[in-house]
């Protein structure tokens, strides 16, 4: 009897399970993994006998199971918590701080990275800087990096590596992105290459709630980040666009978008996250021009510097193509290449 009423109750969970998960509304945007989901397929013998909808079918019901990130956020806190493993999804939690796991170094990708910015630097004349910003868990213990930092500054040498001037506490403790103090450090180190003093800022405190990258892939959303910005009259007043597809733009005053501090992403509190061009006008100086090709660590670093130049343009080579980004070069601008080491182009 009691076997009876154990595979019924297990019977009517699983049922119940299955009507939920059918009756539920699809999402297309996963907020935790930060990525599209698969939607119902659209159905068609094509893809039916070549196999391709049985494998969207098997990604849909993967993506759209309606307590799947219930059960990873229950895996993840067993992981964590009960079995004491440093590791989930990729993701090492040491003293309260996530890394994500490097594997030794791809010769390969460094050298198409460095290849690519040379590239790059043949193209466009302009005098140019390139900086590179490590990975965080580069930081890591001996116990847990897998990666030769020393090899990574013979192969950067041409390049300035970040490395020996940051630390872990410049980053996120749950995001691969620096804080305020470690964009204030890069900046403090890139500006003299135009002939500038730094100037000095208050940093504010916007939230206390900001969970990053690395805390949603591992599913473990314990761990918390202050988020500051920086304030002085002339951050304040920088006039931010971004340029839409027909020379349209969308305007404002001030580098923060605040209104996605309510978002899950709140990154994207900096210039409104990554856009294929961004332009920061600076009216209190006259003259000066900066374009910076940068990945998204570029949006919280490019505020401080544009306080330095009438006019910076960010832009995203993943986002526009490179011979459409000529065109916000003039002649006299100059040229900063600022990139994370995991940065990837195809």
């Known amino acids: ?33 930060k990525r599209k989901l698969q939607m119902f397929p659209t159905l068609s013998l094509k893809d039916f006998f070549s196999g391709d909808l049985s494998n969207d079918l098997n990604d849909y019901s993967e993506d759209q199971f309606f307590i799947k990130d219930g059960l990873s956020r229950i895996k993840s806190w067993v992981s964590y918590n009960l079995f004491k493993n440093p590791v989930n999804n990729n993701i090492y939690v040491v003293d309260n701080v996530m890394y994500d796991m490097v594997y030794p170094i791809d010769d390969y990708g460094v050298n198409n990275f460095t290849s690519t910015v040379s590239n790059f630097q043949n193209m466009f004349k302009n005098p140019s800087n390139v900086v590179i910003i490590p990975e965080k868990s580069m930081y890591l213990s001996d116990s847990y990096l897998r990666v030769d ?22 980053y996120y403790k749950t995001d691969l992105h620096l804080n305020h103090l470690g964009s204030y450090e890069v900046y403090n180190s890139v500006v003299g290459n135009y002939g500038f003093i730094p100037i000095g800022v208050e940093f504010e405190k916007v939230t206390d709630d900001f969970k990053g990258f690395y805390s949603n892939k591992s599913m473990d ?25 027909n020379a349209d733009s969308i305007c404002q005053i001030g580098p923060y978008y ?70 916000y070069l003039s002649e006299d601008a100059n040229v900063l290449y600022l990139y994370g080491y995991e940065t990837k182009y195809d």
Request: proline residues 1%; contains cysteine.
């Open 221 to 245: 959303l314990s761990l918390k980040d202050e988020m500051f910005v920086a304030r002085n009259e002339i951050i304040d007043n920088l006039e931010v666009c971004h340029l839409g597809s």
């Open 258 to 327: 605040t209104e996605h501090l309510e978002d899950a992403d709140k990154y994207e509190m900096y210039l409104d996250g990554t856009k294929p061009v961004t332009v920061i006008t600076n009216e209190a100086v006259l003259n000066g021009e900066l374009v910076i090709f940068s990945d998204s660590y570029g949006t919280s670093i490019a505020p401080f510097l544009a306080q330095h130049f009438n006019k910076v343009t960010i832009i995203d080579l993943r986002l526009i193509n490179i011979s459409m980004a000529g065109q």
């Open 1 to 33: 009897m009691k076997k009876i009423w154990i595979a019924s109750l297990v019977i009517c969970i699983t049922l119940t399970t299955l009507v939920l998960d059918v009756v539920a509304k699809d999402n297309e945007i996963s907020e935790t993994e």
């Open 149 to 170: 930092v020393n090899d990574l500054d013979e192969q950067f040498a041409d390049f300035d590596f970040m490395y020996d001037l940051l630390s872990v506490n410049n």
